[in-house]
């Protein structure tokens, strides 16, 4: 099995930043992708970021282009989202997800079988 923490999440102010962090236990693989995805109330888990564990490829949600950033730390088995300018609709529960391969979609929620239990995030205006 698989064990995703996350932590970091917070109240925050419009413009401020927050790094949220994921530590990855349990089984490994390869060639996995560790992705950050987030639920707003009342609306569906989106894609936000993910980040390829052996070559670093990257891929980012065109909403959150230019102010996130993700990163991996393979001698911590982590992975960061930082996150700055945040805005009010960046309000949601985060939640950090691991594919074992790199092949195939990376943005699809159901591409992911390993999920952690979420870290919140508020921002206010």
């Known amino acids: 099995q698989v064990q995703l923490v996350e932590s970091g999440g917070g109240l925050v102010q419009a413009g401020d930043s927050l790094r949220l962090s994921c530590a990855a236990s349990?089984?490994?693989?390869?060639?996995?992708?560790m992705g950050w995805f987030r639920q707003a109330p009342g609306k569906e888990r989106e894609f936000v970021a993910a980040i390829s564990w052996s070559d670093r490829d990257t891929n980012y949600a065109d909403a959150v282009k230019g102010r996130f950033t993700i990163s991996k730390d393979n001698a911590k088995i982590t992975v960061y989202l930082q996150m700055n300018s945040l805005k009010p609709e960046d309000t949601a529960v985060y939640y950090c997800?691991?594919?074992?391969?790199?092949?195939?979609?990376?943005?699809?929620?159901?591409?992911?079988?390993?999920w952690g239990q979420g870290t919140q995030v508020t921002v206010s205006s």
């Open positions: 997800a691991l594919r074992p391969t790199t092949f195939g979609n990376w943005v699809e929620v159901h591409n992911y079988p390993y």
């Open positions: 349990g089984r490994t693989f390869s060639s996995p992708v």
